[in-house]
């Protein structure tokens, strides 16, 4: 399962990151966050479990990001863009969701 491999890369920002290892991470991301985030509406003391589940997985997400752009033939340091509201997200969802490079200066093309 992509997610538990990009939890084993904890902080492995060399290489390669195939779309589906990226998207597949996002998703089962997205999908533990909301589900975090609906608890504390009837566990207010569950709020601490959301934040220390951010704080857990922020190293994992931009190395992931930043395999992910290696992939793409772009440097790690394109996810600054997405620090710019709307623009710089849309700029790094193309990004992302670009197509694979053969082999480059990143490394072999993921299998």
Excluded: C
Excluded at 3 to 9: A, C, H, N
Excluded at 31 to 52: A, K, Q, R, T
Aim: glycine share 8%; net charge neutral.
């Amino acid at each position: 399962m992509p997610y538990i491999e990009v939890l084993q890369k904890y902080a492995v920002f060399e290489g390669r990151a195939k779309r589906s290892e990226y998207w597949l991470f996002l998703l089962v991301h997205v999908i533990i966050s909301i589900i975090l985030g609906l608890i504390p509406l009837v566990l207010d003391w569950f709020v601490v479990v959301e934040v220390v589940y951010a704080l857990a997985l922020l190293i994992p997400s931009l190395a992931v990001g930043a395999r992910r752009l290696h992939d793409t033939r772009r440097s790690g340091w394109w996810q600054l863009i997405g620090l710019i509201p709307i623009v710089g997200w849309i700029v790094l969802i193309i990004f992302m969701a670009g197509k694979s490079d053969d082999d480059n200066q990143y490394g072999p093309r993921p299998v």
